[in-house]
T-cell receptor
Framework: DAGVIQSPRHEVTEMGQEVTLRCKPI?????LFWYRQTMMRGLELLIY????????DSGMPEDRFSAKMPNASFSTLKIQPSEPRDSAVYFC??????????????FGEGSRLTVL | TQLLEQSPQFLSIQEGENLTVYCNSS?????LQWYRQEPGEGPVLLVT?????EVKKLKRLTFQFGDARKDSSLHITAAQPGDTGLYLC????????????????FGRGTQLTVWP
């Protein structure tokens, strides 16, 4: 398997523009996570899905952020409008339940977002 | 508020030295995972510990889960430059009915630099 695939790897945009980040999880994994990583705040969970259904979106900073998972092989994280404080590395990860515990999280390589 | 506190936040040592990093919480976890993240990449799982008091070894790395399953430590013997990276611990907790929530709570990480 190719692992978790994220695109784009790098995105530079201007404040106010819409940003869409994409993720293809590992086939067979039924959990998908979106994280944001910054030096100041570390790795923050934004939202996660189980079987394509959002389970917890309490980490989504505000209404400018939205995430969808229309099917088991694709998810998007959208920021509209983007602001400079959204600059961060955004990771997608997928996982499964193993012996009743959360299994290994497989992370993508991340999407580095810079909002000018 | 971080559910998992990691210390130290930064560690810079010479090749050949030993070191220990800590992961502490006031909460009980059903399992705990350690990840290592290298620049420009997503975190990669090193080990999962499940049983209180469990010790696991991965070459020069020794992981221990506290008896009460609230804390963990990672000890590296004779550190090498290849050990450089961000070490993250992540705890798995269960809902009241005993099933996993399917998500991990990450600490802020320990940034380790090993100089040749």
């Amino acid at each position: 398997d190719a692992g978790v695939i994220q695109s784009p790897r790098h995105e530079v945009t201007e404040m106010g523009q819409e940003v869409t980040l994409r993720c293809k999880p590992i086939s067979g994994h039924d959990y998908l996570f979106w994280y944001r990583q910054t030096m100041m705040r570390g790795l923050e969970l934004l939202i996660y899905f189980n079987n394509n259904v959002p389970i917890d979106d309490s980490g989504m900073p505000e209404d400018r952020f939205s995430a969808k998972m229309p099917n088991a092989s694709f998810s998007t994280l959208k920021i509209q409008p983007s602001e400079p404080r959204d600059s961060a590395v955004y990771f997608c990860a997928s996982s499964f339940i193993y012996k009743g515990n959360t299994g290994e999280l497989f992370f993508g390589e991340g999407s580095r977002l810079t909002v000018l | 508020t971080q559910l998992l506190e990691q210390s130290p936040q930064f560690l810079s040592i010479q090749e050949g030295e030993n070191l220990t990093v800590y992961c502490n919480s006031s909460s009980v976890f059903s399992s705990l995972q350690w990840y290592r993240q290298e620049p420009g990449e997503g975190p990669v799982l090193l080990v999962t510990v499940v049983t209180g008091g469990e010790v696991k070894k991965l070459k020069r790395l020794t992981f221990q889960f506290g008896d009460a399953r609230k804390d963990s430590s990672l000890h590296i013997t004779a550190a090498q430059p290849g050990d450089t990276g961000l070490y993250l611990c992540a705890g798995d907790s269960k809902a009241d009915r005993g099933s996993t929530l399917g998500r991990l709570y990450f600490g802020r990480g320990t940034q380790l630099t090993v100089w040749p």
